[in-house]
């Protein structure tokens, strides 16, 4: 079931359909950025129409998002990526970790290395 709410939040994020992304947070749910800044209540709709701006704009210059898989352990999801210039060339590499409870993203924590 949690694998299944994180996919319906990528899905609806790439879709710009940002109040079904909202409805897969928990009311206490947490975004945390790869800098480590967190997002919480209220500061996570703009965060997240802010980065489905980033993806629009990736895919206007030829860049792609690749997901490279998702597991689900427990309470636990995980999910990579990678951002990849139009030529191929690995820009970015992410692992986002989803803490689930109830079927709702409690916690969003994005690592990223490039």
């Given at each position: 079931?949690?694998?299944?709410?994180?996919?319906?939040?990528?899905?609806?994020?790439?879709?710009?359909e940002?109040?079904?992304?909202?409805?897969?947070?928990?009311?206490?749910?947490?975004?945390?950025?790869?800098?480590?800044?967190?997002?919480?209540?209220?500061?996570?709709?703009?965060?997240?129409?802010?980065?489905?701006?980033?993806?629009?704009?990736?895919?206007?210059?030829?860049?792609?998002?690749?997901?490279?898989?998702?597991a689900?352990?427990?309470?636990?999801v995980?999910?990579?990526?990678?951002?990849?210039?139009?030529?191929?060339?690995?820009?970015?590499?992410?692992?986002?970790i989803?803490?689930?409870?109830?079927?709702?993203?409690?916690?969003?924590?994005?690592?990223?290395?490039?």
């Amino acid at each position: 079931m949690s694998k299944e709410v994180v996919e319906l939040f990528f899905k609806t994020s790439e879709a710009n359909e940002v109040d079904s992304a909202m409805e897969c947070f928990a009311e206490d749910g947490v975004w945390i950025d790869p800098d480590g800044k967190v997002y919480a209540g209220q500061e996570i709709r703009p965060y997240l129409e802010q980065q489905i701006g980033v993806l629009y704009d990736f895919n206007e210059k030829g860049i792609t998002v690749n997901y490279t898989g998702i597991a689900e352990v427990g309470d636990t999801v995980f999910i990579g990526a990678t951002v990849n210039a139009p030529d191929g060339t690995e820009l970015k590499r992410f692992v986002d970790i989803f803490k689930m409870r109830d079927g709702k993203i409690v916690v969003k924590d994005v690592f990223g290395k490039g």
